[in-house]
């Protein structure tokens, strides 16, 4: 089992940023590949962005040039760096870590991220 906890969130204003934590404990080494996604109110939950433990990243075509996820090994910690924050970034930002033998899907439970004047 792999738990995950984000942090990070909060209100900010238009073009503000903010950096989202994501720590992940338990069997760590069963991860393969961690992302970020994110719910609207109304809307359906859609990939951010998301990282291997290679290294490699990938993004979601809005948000590429304004987020940034990076990982630190040693903390066991996925980091979110949103810059140029937009009303339409209203969302809960959830963490996800993948299984690579199983390919069962771990959940944090979300940090919520409210951009307005």
């Known amino acids: 089992q792999v738990q995950l906890v984000e942090s990070g969130g909060g209100l900010v204003q238009p073009g503000g940023s903010l950096r989202l934590s994501c720590a992940a404990s338990?069997?760590?080494?069963?991860?393969?590949?961690m992302a970020w996604y994110r719910q609207a109110p109304g809307k359906q939950r859609e990939l951010v962005a998301g990282?291997?433990?290679?290294?490699?990243?990938n993004y979601e075509d809005s948000v590429k040039g304004r987020f940034t996820i990076s990982r630190e090994k040693g903390k066991n910690t996925v980091y979110l760096q949103i810059n140029s924050l937009k009303p339409e970034d209203t969302a809960v930002y959830y963490c996800k870590a993948r299984n690579r033998s199983s390919g069962v899907a771990y959940w944090g439970q979300g940090t919520q991220v409210t951009v307005s004047s």
């Open positions: 338990g069997n760590i080494f069963a991860i393969d590949a």
């Open positions: 990282i291997t433990m290679g290294g490699s990243t």
